[in-house]
């Protein structure tokens, strides 16, 4: 790294830690503190707590092991190339076109649109909502520039003037008994379920390459600087949560479960800042919902690309993700996400152990991870059978199989028994290197 890089390191780090916040902070993340703060009152710190590590914890480890290994594809690689693109299609189709794309023009239209402009078409909107966005990804490698130089500014400004005025006018007391039986449980359950250590594979695949425009090709440079901006991002998220839970924790008095996440959040808001505080809100969830977009936009068109070995221009696939987000955005999303659903609860488990293995045992031979991988996979289809169909009730039994951590187990079960057989496996092989990274 020359002398005119390191002048701009902290910048740098500075832009990717902004970028790396946006990514992660979506609409979704605008709502959910909130109601899990106005559910668990005067326990809302604690429940906070248990939704931030195991939603931007296991975000932040997915990005440390990628670092670690190099890319995303290097994660997923142990356990053969077809299963790791098949895998990495899976999350990136998921949390991508079919469901986080479009949602992102669905939220913007119903809390930032629809209450301020009422009358605006949403077939118009996510016609010109997707508009931007590809404007926004054409070109790959300013993606991470606009995002962090221009978008997170204004989002942070928004958001913090929402959580200051509700920190210094307190809209009521704080519910001592908490309306939920577990709040910690809860809270963890609903950080796992957001997935976002899955988001954490492919924005790596778009932040390396602008890290690698930047100049920084060196492992270790790459490393200090993804590694101090996922540090940045960590901490301004750390902030906007527990801002956001604590307002919800002030009307723990005035609402019950039966409010909607939304509808909780958008009556804090006005109740602070009346209409033109409905405003500001509405620019947050545009802003989150765009920098979201934008994130899963270019990253889903980069892996595509790539997979194709640049037979089809990462320009082409922006274009198709923009134009089929924008039509599923307005047909029966609902279906779409009921569809989607079962696929990231069976996909989930076996991404996580890939990103442990790579990120704390990176040496481990392709035999053990793949034997810890198809465990995880195993245990996480029978459940996902248990809970859309029934008649597994035996998986119950499972240690932490409330939390939706019952994979964990049989992984370690299974990766402890290749451990025990690899040895027997390699002396009949005598002779003959070791398969790795093969179908």
Not at 353 to 376: E, N, Q, W
Request: charged share 10%.
């Amino acid at each position: 790294m020359n002398e005119e890089k390191k002048s701009n390191f902290f910048r740098d780090v500075i832009v990717v830690g902004f970028a790396l916040f946006s990514m992660f902070f979506g609409a979704g993340n605008v709502i959910f503190p909130p109601y899990l703060g106005m559910e668990s009152g005067q326990q809302w710190l604690a429940g906070f707590s248990a939704y931030y590590i195991a939603d931007i914890g296991l975000a932040l480890l997915g990005m440390f092991a990628l670092l670690r290994v190099g890319s995303s594809e290097a994660v997923l690689h142990r356990v053969g190339r077809v299963p790791a693109e098949i895998l990495m299609c899976a999350i990136i189709l998921c949390i991508g076109p079919m469901v986080a794309i479009p949602r992102t023009s669905a939220s913007t239209f119903e809390m930032a649109i629809a209450p301020n402009l009422p009358g605006v078409s949403p077939v118009l909107f996510s016609i010109l909502f997707f508009a931007v966005i590809l404007a926004l990804c054409i070109k790959e490698s300013a993606v991470v520039d606009i995002v962090g130089k221009i978008l997170t500014p204004l989002l942070l400004v928004g958001l913090f003037v929402i959580i200051l005025k509700g920190i210094f006018s307190p809209l009521g007391d704080i519910l001592t008994a908490p309306k939920i039986a577990n709040v910690t449980v809860t809270g963890i359950k609903s950080g796992y379920q957001t997935m976002d250590a899955l988001a954490a594979l492919p924005f790596g695949i778009i932040v390396l390459q602008s890290v690698t425009d930047k100049g920084y090709t060196g492992g270790k440079s790459k490393l200090r600087l993804v590694g101090g901006g996922a540090v940045l991002a960590g901490v301004l998220l750390l902030a906007v949560y527990m801002g956001l839970a604590y307002l919800g924790a002030t009307v723990s008095g005035q609402y019950t479960s039966a409010v909607g996440r939304a509808e909780l959040i958008m009556a804090i808001v006005g109740a602070l800042l009346g209409k033109g505080g409905m405003i500001i809100f509405g620019a947050v969830v545009g802003l989150a919902c765009v920098t979201t977009a934008i994130a899963l936009t270019s990253s889903a068109a980069a892996y595509f690309s790539e997979l194709c070995r640049g037979k089809v221009k990462y320009k082409v696939f922006v274009v198709i993700i923009c134009v089929f987000s924008a039509v599923v955005s307005n047909l029966g999303l609902d279906r779409i996400v009921s569809i989607a659903a079962p696929v990231l609860d069976v996909v989930y488990p076996p991404a996580l152990v890939l990103i442990l293995i790579s990120l704390v045992v990176p040496k481990t031979s392709d035999f053990v991870s793949r034997a810890a991988t198809l465990g995880a996979l195993l245990t996480s289809v029978l459940c996902t059978v248990q809970l859309y169909v029934g008649k597994l009730t035996f998986l119950e039994a499972l240690p932490l199989y409330d939390l939706g951590l019952s994979w964990i187990l049989p992984a370690v079960i299974f990766a402890a028994a290749a451990a025990l057989l690899n040895p027997l496996f390699r002396s009949n092989r005598a002779g003959s290197p070791e398969p790795r990274k093969e179908l």
